[in-house]
């Protein structure tokens, strides 16, 4: 079930939101915000997905702690927020500050220019780099 899970979460976001526009971007924002009250649930109450240190489920889920930003900045859309989604704002947080996860982060820069290229690339407005 957890697969099923992030994978659906994954698409939703990246599939449905980051490399769409318009009615489509909103059907996707519609599906992620589904997609992540499942995660909230399994969250809450825990520091991390398996309980008190990270797990599995918690690497599977990290690029959420670090891409996520990247992409709601891009978009200009939140999907991740203290008031939405309490619990799963505050593993966000504890594990992008993990130091071994906080130390081996790609470079946000990088990354940001890198998304922008495959975003662009995908709606038709420029080619990847």
Request: without cysteine; glycine residues 10%; hydrophobic residues 45%.
């Amino acid at each position: 079930m957890f697969l099923y899970s992030w994978l659906q979460v994954l698409q939703s976001i990246w599939g449905g939101v980051f490399l769409k526009e318009g009615k489509e971007q909103e059907e996707g924002f519609a599906a992620s915000m589904e997609n992540l009250k499942y995660l909230e649930e399994e969250i809450r109450g825990k520091k991390f997905f398996g309980g008190e240190t990270i797990g599995l489920a918690d690497i599977a889920l990290g690029w959420l702690a670090h891409y996520l930003d990247i992409v709601e900045e891009i978009v200009g859309l939140k999907l991740i927020d203290q008031e939405k989604f309490p619990s799963l704002a505050a593993w966000k947080q504890e594990f992008a500050n993990a130091p071994i996860i906080r130390e081996n982060w790609p470079d946000r820069d990088k990354l940001v220019t890198k998304f922008v290229a495959v975003r662009e690339a995908n709606l038709g407005k420029g080619t990847p780099k």
